[in-house]
Structures are given as C-alpha cells and as structure tokens.
C-alpha cells in the first residue's frame, strides 16, 4: 500500500471517528423528557366510587403505544430521550378512592425518581378527576411531581377541556394546552401540540415562557350546552388559534369546566402563555369577554325531551336508527351506568312487545349475575336475572331481565363479557362491567345492527362522531343519574358563588387577567 492510500485511509478513519463522535455529543445534548399523568371525571354526585381496577395503567416504554405521535419513527419521537414513568386512564365515573390516587401516584413518584434529573416533563390529565378527601386532584398531582423533579424542570400539561384548572395547577406547570373541539376528535393533535410545545422551548434555550395569564369565569355548563359542532361554542373556540399566532403568544386555551362535581374550582377558566405579558393578557381577556358574552346562547345540541317523548317521536319517526341519548347515567361523563330507570320503562312500552312492533336496542346495563347465568345455558336459551342498580339505585330497584340469548361475547377490555338479550323486539346489551358503547363495531361484533334498528337507546350524551353520523334523527333525553343535566336538580353546595347559570341576576364578573407566579416562583 503506497503513501497517498494509507493517507485516504487514515483521513477516512478520523472522519469516521469524527462523525461517530458528533453522533454521539447529539445524541447526549437530547433533553431528557419524563411522561405521567393520571386522567378521569369523576362525579361527586354520583355514589359510585372508583377504585385502583378503574384505571388501565400503562408504564415505561409501553406508553408510548398511547400516543401515535410517539411510535419509534416518528420525528417526535426522536427529539428527546424519554423516561415515561406511568400514565393511567379510566372510564368516567364516580369520586376516586384515596387508596387508589395514593397508590397509584406513589408508583409515579417511584418511577420519576428513578431517572432524574429531567430537562421536561409531559403532564397528561384530564383535569376532572374527584378523590376522596381532596379538592384539587390534579393541583396535588403537580405539586408533589415538583417536589420530586424540581422547581427547574419545564412542566407541559395536556388537559381535556372539560377539566379545571386550579391557581394552583396554572402556577406549578409553565405550559397549559386543552382540546379545542367537543367531541374531542382533537384529542390526539391537542397532547401532541403539548408535548411539542415542550420540546421546542427546550431546544431553543429559551425555557419557561415569561408570563401566564388566568381568568376564571362563573360559568358552569355542561358539555352537551357547549359543544363545539354549533353556535356559540364553534364559533368561541375559533378564536382560540388566530390568537396563539400574535407574537409573543404560544398557546391558550378555553377551560369550559366539569360540571358534576361539587367542588370550588369547577368553574369555567381561560389561559393564555407565553413571552409577550401584554399579548399574552390581551389573549386572555379576549377569550375570558368573549365567553361570558355569549353564556346566554348555550343550548343543548340537540333537542331534548323527557323519556316518554322520546320514545313517542322515535315510535313515529320514518327513517332508522333515530337514537335516543339516555343522558342522565352517561358511563362517558361520569354516571354509574347502571341506573335501571330508563330500561324499565321501555320495557313497559307495549309497543316493543307486539309481533311487528319496532325494534330498539338499549345499550347498556351491567348484570353480572346475569352475564354468569348466560355463560353457562348459552347462546339460544333463556335467561331471568336481575340486572343493574348495585350502584346507583336512587331511582329505579334492580331489573329483572327474563329473554333469550342471542349473543355472547368475550374479552372486551372494559365490560369483560357482554350478552344480547331478546325480550320481546328489544335487544339489550347486558355487560359483566359497565361499558360505553361509542362505534359501530361495538354491536356488529354482537350481531346487532343499529343502520337496521327502529330505536338505539345509548347511555350518552352528545353523540360520538360515528353515532352522529350513523343518526336518522336524534333527542336527548332527560333522566336521571349522577350526571343529570338539570344542573339545578344536583343541589351544590361548595362551588363559588354566584355562578352563572343557576343565579341568574349575577353582576358581570371581573375578567381582567390575572398574571400567574412562573412555577419557581412562590404564589403570594
């Protein structure tokens, strides 16, 4: 080998050496992110309580199977290096036991302080969730977070927006961002603006942003009033993100607040952050007057009416399926799901007993007595159990159910085992756990065919996407539950008064921004 080829090979060995180096220094100069959170709504006016089997737990690496944005290639996904700790989710329902909140966020402490330090920390809340013997679930969720990461390490907290923010959950987290519609068919986009939002701050050097502006606003509805599909929530959310584009801005967010909890932060919120303090006030103060401006104009989605008439315009309707929204109970906003009201009064319709009278499916009641007493006679046999009200048996006794079995299904991740029963022309869905029953596949895979059915009774309350658009017509109906949507039947007794709409001849509130400690600095 001459001179000038044992040159090339060692100019090529340093530049190899070299570029391995640079990998490397890039690779170590990645902030190092940490992932947690724990999410629910939980209705104190419910006597359901949740306990730790509520919650599907994800921990480490399988977290990132939450979050599409975070699969092994996606360009997110390769801008930190991740310490995901444990985030849990569960179904709507009632007041979280303390035993479960304290398990489970002493295992989130546990796994944090494994890897410290952390540059960041993604926080993914709903912001709704009651325990037992607390007020500010998620307020002591960050702060204990801070005692164990540090007053330094840039918090971004993911909410849904029918969660609440607190002073002090707005103090100790330095980014803030909520879904922008309801449905929440931006869920996804909304954490991964969260997240990157983080990220873009740590890459940049530039940290927390300055300034944090709070505005409560006493307004409490429900989400049914404030959908974002019709005026005026489409058109107050659509504010939202012309405003995060003025310089100095990064993000805000409308709060519309949880509703059935009766706790001093329920209320409605607006936030806005960022490095501009006179932007980032204006922002605010815009979406907090534009929300109070138009509180008068929330009405419910769609028309709403009592059972009975419900079921008389379903009887009459041409067209299929028209769905009744049984709201009072809705498992998705935190009912028990096993309030028997509903069902046993659509059993006593003569209608759904005649020979061609109109088909309906109700979906769903749990009755595990039943679920074992279907297990073991089988599809085609007849089944007399009761179902229901083990819970919630305000208004209405168990339910004796006597049909036949028409389907039986198992391993559904949150009823476990489901069973069709025929009585008469109705197919009810009878669950081992309750369950919300939101895509269509959810009765396909049991046989049942709602495009084919007169009448689809769902525990609900504004319809999901693919119920919406499945829908021929549409009410929701007023029963009752733990998440009655006559709010003034509920009987609060601890939120902030006065409060829009329950008094009614409120002065306007003020609506100026209050400007928010950044989270090392102490609160006066």
């Known amino acids: 080998m001459n001179f000038t080829m044992k040159k090339l090979l060692l100019v090529a060995l340093i530049s190899g050496l070299f570029f391995l180096f640079s990998c490397e220094q890039k690779k170590q100069k990645l902030p190092r992110v940490a992932i947690a959170g724990l999410a629910i709504e939980s209705s104190t006016f419910s006597p359901a309580q949740s306990d730790i089997d509520a919650f599907q737990a994800r921990r480490g690496e399988e977290i990132f199977s939450y979050y599409p944005f975070m699969a092994d290639s996606a360009p997110t996904r390769q801008r930190a290096e991740w310490f995901p700790s444990l985030r849990g989710h569960a179904i709507p329902g009632g007041i979280v036991t303390r035993e479960a909140y304290e398990t489970l966020m002493q295992e989130t402490l546990d796994r944090l302080r494994e890897n410290l330090p952390y540059d960041g920390l993604f926080f993914d809340i709903h912001g709704a969730m009651s325990v037992v013997g607390l007020d500010d679930p998620e307020g002591d969720m960050i702060e204990r977070i801070r005692e164990v990461v540090g007053p330094q390490t840039l918090i971004s907290t993911s909410m849904d927006l029918h969660g609440n923010v607190s002073q002090k959950l707005a103090h100790l987290t330095d980014m803030i961002t909520c ?21 873009d701050r740590l890459e940049n ?217 025929r009585i008469g ?46 829908r021929a017509g549409w009410l929701m109906a007023l029963t009752p539950g733990g998440v009655d949507q006559d709010l003034e039947r509920l009987g609060y007794k601890r939120i902030n008064r006065p409060m829009f709409p329950l008094d009614k001849d409120m002065a306007d509130p003020d609506l100026s921004a209050r400007f928010i400690p950044l989270s090392d600095e102490k609160m006066e």
């Open 179 to 199: 879904y922008r519609l309801a449905p929440h068919e931006d869920a996804l986009e909304s954490k991964q603006r969260a997240l990157e939002n983080l990220l």
């Open 425 to 470: 022309n109705v197919d009810v869905i009878v669950t081992k756990k309750r369950k919300p029953y939101h895509h269509e596949t959810d009765f396909t895979e049991l046989g049942l065919y709602p495009r084919e059915t007169d009448v689809l009774v769902v525990k609900i309350g504004y319809l999901v996407p693919e119920l919406y658009n499945m």
């Open 205 to 421: 050097g530039k940290g927390k942003p300055k300034y944090k502006a709070w505005v409560p606003v006493p307004i409490l509805l429900p989400g049914e009033k404030t959908s974002t599909r019709i005026e005026p929530g489409k058109s107050l959310y659509a504010k939202v993100n012309p405003l995060t584009r003025q310089e100095g801005v990064i993000d805000a967010g409308i709060w519309i607040g949880y509703a059935w909890a009766d706790e001093p932060r329920n209320h409605g919120v607006v936030m806005a952050y960022g490095d501009n303090k006179e932007e980032v006030g204006k922002a605010a103060e815009e979406l907090a007057k534009s929300f109070w401006d138009v509180r008068n104009e929330f009405e419910f989605v769609a028309p709403v009416a009592s059972l009975d008439e419900c079921l008389d315009a379903a009887i009459a309707f041409d067209g299929k399926p028209f769905i009744i929204s049984d709201m009072g109970d809705n498992p998705t906003a935190g009912g028990a799901g096993d309030v028997t009201w509903t069902l046993t009064k659509i059993l006593k319709r003569k209608e759904f007993q005649k020979k061609n009278g109109p088909s309906l499916i109700y979906a769903s009641i749990p009755g595990p007595k039943l679920v074992a007493q279907a297990e073991e006679i089988g599809v085609g046999g007849k089944v007399s159990e009761f179902v229901g009200a083990e819970v919630d048996h305000r208004f209405a006794p168990p339910l004796k159910l006597t049909g036949r079995v028409e389907a039986i299904k198992h391993g559904d991740r949150n009823a476990e085992t489901e069973v069709v029963v």
